[in-house]
Nanobody
Framework: QVQLVESGGGSVQAGGSLRLSCAASGYTDSANYMGWFRQAPGKEREGVAAIYTGGGSTYYADSVKGRFTISQDNAKNTVYLQMSSLKPEDTAMYYC??????????????????WGRGTQVTVSS
């Protein structure tokens, strides 16, 4: 089992920045592939960014490319999501997820077996 705890959410104005953190514990050998998803009210959950900590490969949704950066600190078993130039449409609950490894070249929710409880990000205009 892998436990994931997100932190760093909050409220910011459009154009601002936030950094989300996701700390993994437990059987972290099953958490070599880490991702961030988000879900806004009334919308489906979407993959935002992911990183394969085993090789450093990163994946981003088109909607966040150039604005969000995913990174890792293997010593702390922590993954970060640096979010810049935030827009009101980035408002959502953000979830961290983990998997042993990616199976596709895109962020696919089906890869991920472990999920955090989420942290809210609200961007006001």
């Amino acid at each position: 089992q892998v436990q994931l705890v997100e932190s760093g959410g909050g409220s910011v104005q459009a154009g601002g920045s936030l950094r989300l953190s996701c700390a993994a514990s437990g059987y972290t050998d099953s958490a070599n592939y880490m991702g961030w998803f988000r879900q806004a009210p009334g919308k489906e959950r979407e993959g935002v960014a992911a990183i394969y900590t085993g090789g450093g490969s990163t994946y981003y949704a088109d909607s966040v490319k150039g604005r969000f950066t995913i990174s890792q600190d293997n010593a702390k078993n922590t993954v970060y999501l640096q979010m810049s130039s935030l827009k009101p449409e980035d408002t959502a609950m953000y979830y961290c997820a983990a998997a042993p490894l990616p199976t596709m070249d895109t962020i696919w929710e089906g890869d991920f077996a472990y999920w955090g409880r989420g942290t809210q990000v609200t961007v006001s205009s």
